[in-house]
């Protein structure tokens, strides 16, 4: 990790806080809204938090419900995050080490899957769920947003495999390993940095999607992002507890960003495995 | 403890031959040095062996099972890479008790191993690091350490000293020499050293382009290589090859357009005689040059002096005798000038005669 020993320069000094400012300001407001009480919410002039008070986020979570909803998105992400890491993990390793048969074409074609728009698979999708009663369930949701996230699990993997030394597989075969403790005991731990990245990857989009949950589930199974538009009423915004739902939703994301931030960056650039 | 029986072992990567039809038979408690020039095959060797690498045709065994189709888990063989493969992910002393671990040996036990090797080697300081904050040489030690401390059947060695300065070097081979000893266990060791090659070994195996040369004691081989290549390959500084004519009627060798005049052996003479044999290859080893004559005979080589590396015990010079060139080591008390015309003298039984066609060894039938 080199970074450029230049030092900043005065444009830089300009732009940075100018797009900080824009980025920022939004959640920002958002995020006072959220603690601010009903009448203050669109008061003029404006007003930043007079009486800061967790009112919005009661209402959201324990009056409409959404104490569900958050659960919801919490079991699918983990959920579609174990079943995309044990599927795609398995599936990257056998592509690095593995002469799998017509491995190259195969290797496209699972990518393929992440070109075409979404709203083509979910279609079709939502008539084999229907068939097979996984509608309206977490597993519904979850199959469908580890199958997305399939090719990236892959892609990745395989890059962080092929990193690694066949030579260690081959010294723990010598020292007794079968196959499967040599993936297990050796290449996986070695490739954690990276699993540890495309977990955060893989959570965050199962976290953040709409248009599968939205289509595949209903009601008991639904999870935040497809509830958030729902305090929209015919009888009025309800502002506070939409501000509070969206800072809620964005927790997970900022978390990973920041705690893991020195995660992600070893896991990118990852291959410093030698010796 | 363990005999290896290899039988025309054949190894392709695609195209390419790695292994032409080896056989090979070592005895129970051998120290096996194979030597030969980069690419020849000695790690494919050892991989086969190792289990890591299936072999295109003929069969292994050891002590008599065939494992030619065995895992290498189940070889009872542990393997020194030429470039360590040591888990990074572990600390020395897991690198070094993985294998015992598999294999349930009790802690105490394993603790007690890891010590007494870790003591051998002078890594006892090093256990608590990762393999990334090792210099070289501690890695290639570790390495070492993670196969003594099994105590297998077979000990594969690929170059397990290269990374090592002179000392620890020296140190190291009588360490491997002692181990050898105390275990009793088969070693299969690939070095480009030749003092490694001559002195550590009972057996030297000499390979080149996939094919096995010659195998034998070290001395046997340096006495009597089959061919050119391998005369030239075993002892340093390598043989001397002078192009000439045999003279049949006079029983000598006429080398380097007439600046050298060889008396051979009788008996080979008598045979080259028989096989009409003229222009050919002589080899004489360079500590086989003499500077005053030797009673038996009247050979003799003028060359000029072109360097001169006066080494105490003994002072090596390089010769050129018109196109050609010849190293001799003479006693250290000689000290020819440079730019001199030197004479040089050989005895009849230290010429080797080879066939300039394929390099083939010619001997006295
Ligand atoms: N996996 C492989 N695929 C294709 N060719 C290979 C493979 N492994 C080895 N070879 C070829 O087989 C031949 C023997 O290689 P090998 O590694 O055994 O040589 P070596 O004697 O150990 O050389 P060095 O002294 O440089 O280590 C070489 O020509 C090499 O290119
Ligand atoms: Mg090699």
Redesign the interface.
């Known amino acids: 990790m080199s970074r450029g020993s230049r030092r900043p320069s005065l444009l830089f000094w300009l732009v940075l806080p100018f797009m900080a400012f824009v980025t920022l300001l939004p959640y920002a407001w958002t995020f006072a809204t959220s603690f601010k009480r009903r009448s203050d919410i669109l008061s003029t002039p404006p007003t930043w938090i007079k009486d800061p008070s967790w009112f919005n986020y009661e209402s959201m979570l324990f009056t409409r419900g959404f104490d569900l909803y958050l659960l919801n998105s919490v079991i699918i992400g983990v959920s579609s995050t174990l079943l995309a890491l044990t599927v795609g993990t398995l599936a990257g390793y056998a592509f690095s080490r593995y002469k799998v048969p017509a491995g190259n074409h195969l290797f496209f074609y699972i990518l393929a899957t992440r070109l075409g728009p979404p709203i083509a698979y979910a279609l079709p999708m939502y008539f084999l769920f229907s068939e097979l009663g996984l509608l309206n369930t977490h597993l519904g949701v979850s199959i469908a947003h580890a199958a997305f996230n399939l090719v990236l699990v892959v892609w990745m993997m395989k890059t962080f495999f092929d990193e690694i030394?066949v030579?260690?597989e081959?010294?723990?075969?010598?020292?007794?390993?079968?196959a499967a403790?040599a993936f297990w005991r050796?290449s996986l731990?070695?490739a954690l940095p990276g699993l540890v990245t495309v977990a955060m990857f893989v959570f965050i989009f199962s976290w953040n999607e709409m248009l599968f949950a939205l289509m595949l589930s209903a009601g008991d199974s639904n999870t935040l992002p497809v509830m958030i538009p729902s305090l929209i009423q015919h009888t009025g915004t309800l502002r506070g507890e939409v501000a509070a739902a969206a800072i809620v939703q964005t927790i997970p994301v900022i978390v990973f960003t920041f705690v893991a931030q020195r995660h992600l960056l070893r896991g990118l650039t990852f291959g410093a495995?030698?010796? | 403890m363990a005999r290896i029986d290899i039988e025309n072992i054949r190894k392709t990567f695609g195209g390419v031959v790695a292994l032409h039809d080896v056989s090979l038979a070592i005895p129970d408690g051998a120290f096996v040095i194979l030597v030969g020039p980069s690419g020849c095959g000695k790690t494919t060797l050892l991989r086969l062996l190792a289990g890591l690498e299936a072999a295109s045709a003929g069969t292994i065994a050891i002590d008599g099972r065939d494992v030619t189709a065995l895992p290498a888990r189940e070889r009872d063989v542990a393997m020194v890479f030429q470039n360590y493969a040591l888990y990074p992910h572990m600390s020395v002393r897991r690198n070094m008790s993985f294998a015992l671990e598999l294999k349930k040996i009790p802690r105490a036990e394993i603790e007690r191993r890891v010590d007494a090797t870790a003591d051998i080697l002078g890594i006892g300081a090093l256990l608590d690091r990762r393999p990334r904050q090792l210099s070289g040489g501690q890695r290639q030690r570790v390495a070492l350490g993670r196969a003594i401390v099994r105590e297998p059947a077979v000990f594969l060695f690929d170059e397990p000293l290269s990374n090592l300065d002179a000392k620890l070097r020296t140190s190291m081979r009588s360490e491997l020499i002692k181990l050898h000893k105390r275990l009793n266990a088969t070693i299969v060791y690939v070095t480009h050293d030749q003092v490694e090659a001559m002195t550590m070994g009972e057996i030297v195996v000499v390979m080149k382009d996939g094919v096995l040369l010659q195998s034998g004691a070290p001395l046997d081989i340096y006495r009597d290589p089959v061919n050119l290549f391998v005369a030239e390959f075993i002892g340093s500084p390598a043989m001397n090859f002078l192009k000439g004519n045999f003279d049949a009627g006079r029983g000598e060798a006429v080398v380097a357009e007439g600046r050298g005049r060889l008396r051979l052996d009788p008996a080979l003479a008598g045979s080259l005689a028989e096989g009409r044999r003229v222009e050919l290859i002589f080899g004489v080893r360079p500590e086989h040059l003499l500077a005053a004559p030797p009673p038996s005979g009247a050979s003799a080589i003028d060359g000029l002096v072109e360097v001169v590396e006066p080494l105490g015990a003994e002072t090596v010079v390089e010769m050129s005798l018109g196109t050609q060139s010849l190293t001799a080591r003479l006693k250290g008390d000689l000290l020819p000038a440079t730019g001199s015309v030197l004479t040089l003298h050989v005895e009849p039984k230290s010429v080797f005669v080879f066939d300039p066609a394929d390099g083939a060894r010619l001997r006295a039938v």
């Open positions: 030394p030579e260690l081959e010294a723990a075969s010598i020292d007794g390993c079968t403790q050796i731990p070695l495995v030698k010796g």
